[in-house]
């Protein structure tokens, strides 16, 4: 296969940069992160009631401990190799889950929330959730490869956009929204799933199947809004107005006005951070590895969200670091 633009198989995006630590934001110029990388996955620490964490974990997956609770956006941790980033995908890449990388990372988890259903946002779900009995919210095509899987129907709850869904300390609320769309104005493997398929065997047996982005507000702490691709429609954001974006890195210019657009709909939120930048079929280690057109893409993401978002910070996030906003 000629070489490619990983892009051109997934997602788009969004802005960013700004100065970061550990404990959460310092002031100063907009530049990336520079935080101790953790060789191994993070140990718990002793929570607060009412405490909010948010650790990146590459792509777009995020885990997020709020007191006693963890929820965890499209967590993927196998990163397997597609060579989707050396010029040689391979659409029949077998799924194959890294246990061995999940178990130490994954100690508990109350909610997964999946955007899309793409193997790179979905692939670990399943295993997470037999793993730790999660509740997995995600659309009809995540909850009909859920149960491919052997996940339990109790266990699945199928959401489309619109659904405000209370956790007691804090609430989550379903978005309705795009999948990025590539240099030729498509998408890698499109496509729904409408009733219960075979069980997958290789990455293109998860097609995107609808996309979606969560709302996540924190009683006493912060609004969060996760995106899992680089598309909006933003007449679905109207009055979200979070503090804080983790919006995908966008790849081709097809889609038009992409930041402008997703940043007006959120009403410019206080922190943008950038995701979905780095090379996500190596290890989980620090600084994030990112391929070279992809560090020119977030290079001008930045130059974008500065330009449009003056009073934004950009937050360019570290792999396992712990944020507080």
């Known amino acids: 296969m000629p070489s490619l633009d990983r892009r051109r198989f997934l997602r788009d995006a969004a802005a960013t940069t700004a100065l970061v630590s550990a404990g959460g934001l310092a002031a100063g110029a907009a530049t990336p992160a520079q935080a101790a990388p953790p060789t191994a996955a993070p140990a718990p620490t002793a929570r607060r009631r009412g405490a909010v964490s948010f650790r990146w974990w590459g792509t777009a997956g995020w885990r997020v401990d709020i007191g006693e609770r963890t929820v965890l956006v499209d967590p993927y941790l196998s990163r397997i190799d597609t060579g989707l980033f050396t010029g040689t995908f391979r659409a029949a890449t077998p799924l194959t889950v890294r246990t061995d990388v999940i178990d130490p990372r994954v100690d508990r988890a109350t909610t997964v929330l999946v955007t899309h259903t793409h193997w790179d946002h979905f692939m670990d779900v399943p295993y997470i959730a037999g793993r ?185 996030p570290e792999y396992e670091t712990a944020y507080h906003f």
């Not at 997995?136 to 052997?150: C, E, N, Q, S």
Request: no cysteine; charged share 20%; hydrophobic share 40%.
């Open 132 to 316: 730790t009995g999660a509740r997995v919210f995600g659309t009809l095509t995540a909850y009909h490869l859920g149960l491919a899987y052997g996940v339990p129907s109790a266990q699945l709850s199928p959401v489309k956009g619109g659904e405000v869904l209370d956790f007691g300390d804090h609430t989550v609320e379903v978005v309705g929204s795009l999948h990025s769309r590539n240099a030729s104005y498509s998408l890698a493997f499109p496509g729904v799933r409408v009733s219960q398929p075979a069980r997958p065997a290789t990455i293109a047996d998860l097609p995107e199947g609808d996309t979606l982005g969560y709302l996540l507000r924190v009683d006493g702490g912060p609004s969060v809004y996760f995106t899992g691709a680089s598309d909006v429609a933003e007449r679905n954001l109207t009055g979200l107005a979070p503090d804080v974006a983790m919006v995908a890195l966008q790849n081709a210019t097809t889609t038009g006005d992409y930041l402008p657009r997703l940043l007006a709909g959120l009403d410019y939120p206080k922190v943008v951070v950038p995701v979905h930048y780095d090379n996500f079929e190596t290890r989980l280690e620090n600084p994030p590895p990112v391929a070279p057109t992809d560090r020119t893409r977030l290079n001008d993401m930045i130059a974008a969200v500065r330009r449009i978002s003056p009073r934004s910070r950009v937050l360019v």
